[in-house]
């Protein structure tokens, strides 16, 4: 397969498979079950980049990558959650573990071109693998006719297209710049440090309490991230 090929593959498994299914694990289990599911993004990167791209993480590394891990464990775990279901448990740990897992996939098996290749068109390229593997599953669904009535619905359409374009386009940019410029293993590891930053940014800008557990996985977070940045 051709360069092109890969990279319109990579979109299509890790957005428009990987996104659907991590939608699909958010219904049935719920946030923090899905939150923990994400937690392996790193590392099946890991595991991906040692067996087809010959990374290797050191000591100090593998104590970030662990620190950072459980940091997120901490700040997604809920003594509580919703009552789910036996059968909706399963689904949701097969769509959350499998998206997680195709994300992994779809980053690692375009990472060489991303090294090589004019960035930009890297992403841009595969970014129409997503968009048209989620057209296709809107024409599979049949619910065309039901998305086209949500849009013409009075929104907020200057927050919503100004929110989509930092999340969906900006900054997934900057995530895939993170692999181009450094080793996908370490790369997923900072990356994965996302959930408790939006802790951090809720407590600083919105107001949300924030009690011990999750300041200790900030600090966990924080600690991880600090050792994979300066070993």
């Not at 499998?98 to 994300?103: K, T």
């Not at 359409?157 to 410029?181: D, E, H, Q």
């Not at 959930?195 to 924030?210: D, R």
Request: hydrophobic share 60%.
């Amino acid at each position: 397969m051709d360069e092109i090929g890969i990279a319109l593959l990579s979109g299509f498994i890790g957005i428009a498979v990987a996104d659907t299914w991590y939608l699909k694990a958010l219904a049935l289990m719920g946030a923090s079950r899905t939150g923990i599911a994400a937690s392996l993004l790193s590392p099946f990167v890991v595991v991906l980049s040692f067996g087809f791209l010959g990374e290797r993480l050191g000591g100090w590394q593998i104590a970030g990558f662990l620190l950072v891990v459980a940091g997120i464990l901490l700040v997604n775990w809920r003594a509580r959650r919703r009552s789910v279901d036996e059968e909706h448990l399963r689904k949701g740990l097969f769509y959350g573990i499998g998206a997680v897992f195709l994300m992994a996939v779809g980053i690692v098996m375009v990472k060489e071109i991303l090294e090589t290749r004019p960035f930009v068109w890297t992403t841009q390229i595969r970014l129409a693998g997503g968009l048209a593997g989620m057209f296709v599953y809107i024409l599979i669904r049949g619910n065309a006719a039901a998305i086209r009535q949500r849009f013409a619905q009075p929104l907020p359409w200057k927050l919503i297209i100004a929110a989509s374009f930092l999340s969906a386009y900006v900054s997934m940019m900057m995530w895939l710049a993170g692999y181009r410029l450094i080793p996908a293993s370490i790369a997923s590891v900072l990356n994965e440090s996302a959930s408790a930053w939006i802790v951090f940014l809720a407590w600083a800008m919105l107001g949300e309490s924030i009690g011990l557990r999750k300041l200790a996985g900030l600090l966990l977070t924080l600690t991880g991230v600090l050792i994979m940045l300066l070993v």
